[in-house]
């Protein structure tokens, strides 16, 4: 099995604001630095729970037909998008929407008195299933004034649990503060802040 992003996140869960306010940085001096340890944060986070925080999508490269139902890594599952598989010539196919279903608990599943193609396999990773995952955004419609047309406002962090939030800000203050070690082995458990796996300990469980 392989698993890669194809469209990545557009925003962060946490905001630079946030991330200042929470570092108590009123310059502008270290916007780059936070910023990226906002990415590195949410990276080892999505990491720690093998699952995903903002919307983004995913691929999962199979060289059988999976079990059903199958469950989707790295959770929550928003959508499957589409079931495609390429044969023996070389020539790919698109899996009917009429034959699976996405279950509650983010599994891919058949519906009842189907079965997947019986066309022989291309090779590894022939069959590739392309879905969404991470927590859904909050999309705001603002009406325009007069002619003007109404705008939309996404939040990509509204849903993501406060927890998950509070995790992250912790790992970017130590990184902020212990930069040089943080730029080396920030992945260890020496550049970890108590409490981060406390924070994340449930959603763990539920994106597995």
């Not at 392309?130 to 927590?135: E, I, L, N, R």
């Not at 003007?148 to 992250?168: L, R, V």
Request: aromatic share 8%.
């Amino acid at each position: 099995m392989e698993l890669k992003i194809i469209t990545p996140p557009a925003a962060e869960p946490v905001t630079l604001a946030e991330a200042k306010l929470h570092l108590r940085v009123d310059h502008t001096s270290d916007d780059t630095l936070i910023t990226a340890l906002i990415v590195a944060a949410r990276e080892h986070v999505e990491n720690y729970l093998v699952g995903s925080l903002v919307q983004q999508t995913r691929a999962v490269y199979l060289s059988s037909w999976p079990s059903s139902p199958f469950r989707l890594p790295c959770g929550p599952v928003q959508e499957i998008e589409s079931v495609k598989y390429t044969d023996s010539d070389g020539a790919e196919h698109t899996v009917s929407e009429d034959l699976y279903y996405l279950t509650p608990g983010g599994e891919l599943a058949r519906k009842p008195n189907q079965a997947w193609p019986t066309d022989r396999l291309y090779g590894p990773g022939a069959i590739e299933i392309t879905y969404t995952t991470g927590y859904a955004p909050v999309v705001t419609v603002i009406p325009g004034e007069g002619d003007d047309p109404d705008t939309e406002e996404t939040d990509y962090g509204a849903n993501i649990p406060q927890s998950i939030k509070q995790a992250m800000l912790l790992l970017i203050g130590e990184w902020y503060e212990q930069r040089e070690a943080a730029a080396y082995t920030k992945y260890t458990i020496h550049t970890i802040p108590w409490g981060v796996k406390q924070l994340l300990a449930p959603y763990r469980e539920a994106t597995v």
